[in-house]
């Protein structure tokens, strides 16, 4: 499957941004779906997954309460609702997607898109 973040941008603290990530070339709805994001200097670090049918999530607790993770199967596409953005969501964002459960490293998803900026100014 072939994945393609979108929806990345700069704001200030406190606004908020959605996060698309199209899939194409594969069942979408076979795939355990996550978000990743990697501030610079530091290693990439899980944000939020999502169950195959969207009844499950999970989040860092750094996001909770703020972001939110979703997916519509029929559109192939993942979502990542941030809200009350803060500094320290500047990163660049990547979606992925992964035929384990209950995964959550990196290094569980096989696929992954090209990332989209978020800069959170203060």
Same mark, same amino acid.
């Given at each position: 499957?072939?994945?393609?973040?979108?929806?990345? !941008?700069?704001?200030?603290?406190?606004? &908020?941004?959605?996060?698309?990530?199209?899939? &194409?070339? !594969?069942?979408?709805?076979? *795939?355990? $779906?996550?978000? @990743?994001?990697?501030?610079?200097?530091?290693?990439?670090? @899980?944000?939020?997954? +999502?169950?195959?049918?969207?009844?499950?999530?999970?989040? %860092?607790?750094?996001?909770? !309460?703020?972001?939110? +993770?979703?997916?519509? =199967?029929?559109? =192939?596409?993942? *979502?990542?609702? $941030? =809200?009350?953005?803060?500094?320290?969501?500047?990163?660049?964002? *990547?979606?992925?997607?992964?035929?384990?459960? =209950? +995964?959550? !490293?990196?290094?569980?998803?096989?696929?992954?898109?090209?990332?989209?900026?978020? %800069?959170? &100014?203060?």
């Amino acid at each position: 499957v072939q994945l393609q973040a979108s929806g990345g !941008g700069s704001v200030q603290a406190g606004d &908020s941004l959605r996060l698309s990530c199209a899939a &194409s070339g !594969g069942t979408f709805s076979d *795939y355990l $779906m996550a978000w @990743f994001r990697q501030a610079p200097g530091k290693e990439r670090e @899980f944000v939020a997954t +999502i169950s195959r049918n969207g009844g499950g999530t999970y989040y %860092t607790v750094s996001v909770k !309460g703020r972001f939110t +993770i979703s997916r519509d =199967n029929a559109k =192939n596409t993942l *979502y990542l609702q $941030m =809200n009350s953005l803060k500094p320290e969501d500047t990163a660049v964002y *990547y979606c992925a997607a992964g035929t384990g459960w =209950n +995964i959550r !490293g990196p290094n569980d998803f096989a696929h992954w898109g090209q990332g989209t900026l978020v %800069t959170v &100014s203060s």
